[in-house]
T-cell receptor, first 111, second 111 residues
């Protein structure tokens, strides 16, 4: 049973649209992360948060933004989607630097 | 900059074989190393976590070893089964809790 939930699972959207990918966890984990994964490639960290009101950019530059207003919620927003944003986005949470839990991912296609 | 390499990229074996997946990393200053499993279109499932002070971890038919000084880890799968077919990802963790992933080894176990 998943303790970290991502919605939607799949999304096809037109260029220029604003989208928000949702991520929620019920475990009370302090740290949360967003990773981006292109097919056949490694996961790259694009955003992370140490707790409420904390957000940092990851190793891979991304045009997306995140917010952490509540411990359990870490949404990712693209203000204007482009075909280059087509990818899989995976949300994760952890207790400190241990016990990672990943969501099932959102597969985004921008046409 | 930390880089993680996994060899081989793909592996196909008959059911029942024992197999070894390899992972190497360039910077030995890691806090931990984790092995994950990823099924097609899904998120990641944590298999084993090895702290930097540990040499190995075991869970059922899985055994992971860590040689931090040489920058290597191996995942040993005993008596492989078709249900083990998936992509196996190696990730090294730094002090901030962020993970750096390899591209994975795609394993296919034939009945």
């Amino acid at each position: 049973e998943a303790d970290i939930y991502q919605t939607p699972r799949y999304l096809v959207i037109g260029t220029g649209k604003k989208i928000t990918l949702e991520c929620s966890q019920t475990m009370g984990h302090d740290k949360m992360y967003w990773y981006q994964q292109d097919p056949g490639m490694e996961l790259h960290l694009i955003h992370y948060s140490y707790g409420v009101n904390s957000t940092e950019k990851g190793d891979l530059s991304s045009e997306s933004t995140v917010s952490r207003i509540r411990t359990e919620h870490f949404p990712l927003t693209l203000e204007s989607a482009r075909p280059s944003h087509t990818s899989q986005y995976l949300c994760a949470s952890s207790v400190g630097i241990l016990s990672y839990t990943f969501g099932s991912g959102t597969r985004l296609t921008v046409v | 900059k930390q880089e993680v390499t996994q060899i081989p990229a793909a592996l196909s074996v008959p059911e029942g074989e024992n197999l070894v997946l390899n992972c190497s990393f360039t910077d030995s200053a890691i806090y931990n190393l984790q092995w994950f499993r990823q099924d097609p279109g899904k998120g990641l499932t944590s298999l084993l976590l090895i702290q930097s002070s540990q040499r190995e971890q075991t869970s059922g038919r899985l055994n992971a070893s860590l040689d931090k000084s040489s920058g290597r880890s191996t995942l040993y799968i005993a008596a492989s089964q078709p249900g083990d077919s998936a992509t196996y990802l190696c990730a090294v963790g730094g002090s901030q809790g962020n993970l750096i992933f390899g591209k994975g080894t795609k394993l296919s176990v034939k009945p």
